[in-house]
C-alpha cells in the first residue's frame, strides 16, 4: 500500500561492543575470565578481557563530531567490559570471538573490523558511508560490527529472522518517495495540492529500519527525544494540527547501548512479554495528523491512480492505536479506550503461542493469509449482531471482496477526526479502500 509516511522513527541496528577496535596497549597482559576453549589460534578471553585490554576500565574510543552545529563535539564510546557482569550473563561461559567473529587473530591482535554506520542516530552523528573496512576513528556510535549478525550460529532455530519483517521490512519498502505516483496523482488530480509521497532512502542510513539480533536483544536504555506523552495531545491533534505544546519528537526514541557495553546483557524472549522498557514502542509508535488525500496505484501496472480520504501518518501508529482501540459499536465509529488490549505487550499477540517475532513474514505476502496474528486468534467465537458481517469476514459479499476486522476497527482516521472536530463526516470518499494486492477493504493508514 503506497502511502504518505515520514520519518519513520526505527530504531537502528545495534552492536555489541568488544569487537570495535584495537585496544593500542599491547597484545598480553594479566589473565581475565577463562572462557569455553577455542582452536589454538583463537584468541582467548583472557586476552580481550585482559586488563590492559578490555578489562581497562579507562578505556574508550573517542569521536569528533564533524556534522553541523555539532563540530568539535566529543563523544565516547566505552570499551571496558566488567569481567564478573559478563561471566554472569547467559553468555559468561561463551568465548568472546564466538560472537565477535571478526576478532580472531592469534594472540589477540585487532585485524581491519568491517562497520556499517548509520542508523537511528539520535545520541550522536550520521555517517553517509555504508561500511568501512578500517579500524579507524569513527565519526558516529551508531554501527554494528559481525557480532550483531552472529546470534544464529547458536541459535539457529531462528535463523528465519533474516527474511522476517523485522529484517526485510518489506512493507516500509513500498513507503519509498515514488515520484512516477506523485506526477500521475497531480495529472489526474490538478487541483489538489499533491505532497511528496513516500520517504526516499539514504545512503547510510539503512540500519534505521533494517534490524539485526541485537536491535532488540542487547540491552540498552531507550529514552524519548521530547518529554511528553503523545496520548495526551492525542483529541487535540484530531481537532487541530498540531496541538498547543506539542512536539512531533515525542513519537521519536532511541536507544543508548553504550550504557551496557560493561556488562553485555542481553534481553531474553520472557522478557518481551512485559516489554518494561518499551523497546518495541522505540519502533511502533507514532501519531495521526488531521485528514488529507492518500494516492496509489490501482493496478499492477500502475496506469490508474485513485485517491482516499487518509490521515497524513507520522511514524508508526500501532503502539497508540492499541491504547485508543474501541469498544461496542458506538466506539467502532467514535474510537474508544479499550482496557484490555491496553495492558498488552506486543509480543502477547505477536509471538509467544501465537506467532513468532523472528519469522513475521517479510517477504510480499497477504495479511489474511499469513500475518502471524489475526483477531480471530482471540476473538474466533464471537458472534456479530449484524449478519452481514460474517459476510464481510469470509468474503461471501458482493463480489467475493473481504472487509480486514481493522477496516472498521481502527481508529484515528479521516473519519474520526471528522467527528472530534464537529465537522459534517464525508463519507462520499473514504479512509479505507480495496487493497489491490489482497483484494480486501483496509484502512489506507
Not at 573496512?133 to 554494528?144: D, G, H, M, S, V
Not at 482516499?308 to 497508540?320: F, L
Request: charge should be neutral.
Amino acid at each position: 500500500m503506497k502511502r504518505m509516511l515520514e520519518s519513520f522513527g526505527t530504531v537502528v541496528a545495534l552492536s555489541m561492543l568488544l569487537a570495535l577496535a584495537g585496544c593500542g596497549k599491547g597484545d598480553t597482559g594479566p589473565a581475565g575470565a577463562a572462557g569455553a576453549p577455542g582452536t589454538s589460534s583463537e584468541v582467548s578471553n583472557a586476552t580481550c578481557l585482559a586488563a590492559n585490554c578490555h578489562g581497562d576500565a579507562t578505556l574508550v574510543k573517542t569521536i569528533v563530531r564533524s556534522d553541523p552545529g555539532k563540530e568539535g563535539v566529543v563523544e565516547t564510546i566505552p570499551l571496558y567490559v566488567n569481567n564478573t557482569l559478563f561471566t554472569a550473563t547467559v553468555h559468561g561461559a561463551q568465548r568472546c570471538v564466538g560472537c565477535h567473529s571478526d576478532i580472531n587473530a592469534a594472540g589477540g591482535a585487532h585485524g581491519p573490523v568491517v562497520k556499517t554506520y548509520g542508523g537511528w542516530a539520535r545520541f550522536s552523528a550520521k555517517q553517509a558511508v555504508e561500511t568501512i573496512a578500517t579500524n579507524e576513528i569513527p565519526r558516529t556510535r551508531n554501527y554494528i560490527t559481525a557480532a550483531s549478525r552472529s546470534c544464529t550460529t547458536c541459535h539457529s532455530n531462528h535463523s528465519g529472522f533474516a527474511n522476517s519483517a523485522h529484517a526485510t521490512i518489506f512493507k516500509l519498502r513500498d513507503a519509498r518517495v515514488d515520484s512516477a505516483l506523485r506526477s500521475a496523482a497531480q495529472a489526474a488530480f490538478p487541483a489538489d495540492t499533491v505532497p511528496v509521497l513516500g520517504e526516499d532512502y539514504t545512503v547510510g542510513d539503512c540500519n534505521r529500519c533494517h534490524a539485526a539480533c541485537s536491535t532488540c536483544h542487547f540491552k540498552s536504555t531507550v529514552t524519548r527525544a521530547s518529554a511528553g506523552n503523545p496520548l495526551t495531545f492525542w483529541d487535540n491533534n484530531m481537532t487541530s494540527y498540531p496541538a498547543a505544546g506539542w512536539n512531533d519528537k515525542m513519537t521519536e526514541f532511541a536507544m543508548d547501548w553504550t550504557t551496557n557495553v560493561a556488562s553485555h546483557e542481553f534481553r531474553n524472549g520472557a522478557y518481551f512479554q512485559s516489554d518494561t522498557d518499551k523497546v518495541c514502542e522505540a519502533c511502533h509508535t507514532g501519531l495521526y495528523k488531521p485528514a488529507q488525500n492518500a494516492y496509489y496505484w490501482e493496478d499492477a501496472g500502475k496506469t490508474i491512480v485513485k485517491k482516499v480520504k487518509a490521515t497524513d501518518g507520522k511514524r508508526h501508529m500501532q503502539a497508540y492505536e492499541l491504547l485508543i482501540s474501541g469498544i461496542g459499536s458506538a466506539a467502532v465509529l467514535t474510537g474508544g479506550n479499550n482496557t484490555a488490549h491496553a495492558g498488552f505487550a506486543c509480543a502477547v499477540c505477536h509471538g509467544g503461542a501465537v506467532g513468532n517475532l523472528h519469522a513475521l513474514p517479510g517477504l510480499p505476502y497477504l495479511w489474511d493469509q499469513k500475518g502471524d496474528a489475526q483477531c480471530t486468534d482471540c476473538h474466533g467465537t464471537y458472534v456479530h449482531t449484524n449478519p452481514s458481517v460474517a459476510q464481510h469476514v469470509n468474503g461471501t459479499g458482493v463480489n467475493g471482496i473481504k472487509v480486514a476486522c481493522v477496516g472498521c476497527h481502527a481508529f484515528g482516521m479521516a473519519r474520526d477526526f471528522m467527528y472530534a472536530s464537529g465537522a459534517p463526516v464525508d463519507n462520499s470518499v473514504t479512509d479505507v479502500f480495496l487493497d489491490p494486492e489482497s483484494n480486501e477493504v483496509r484502512p489506507v493508514i
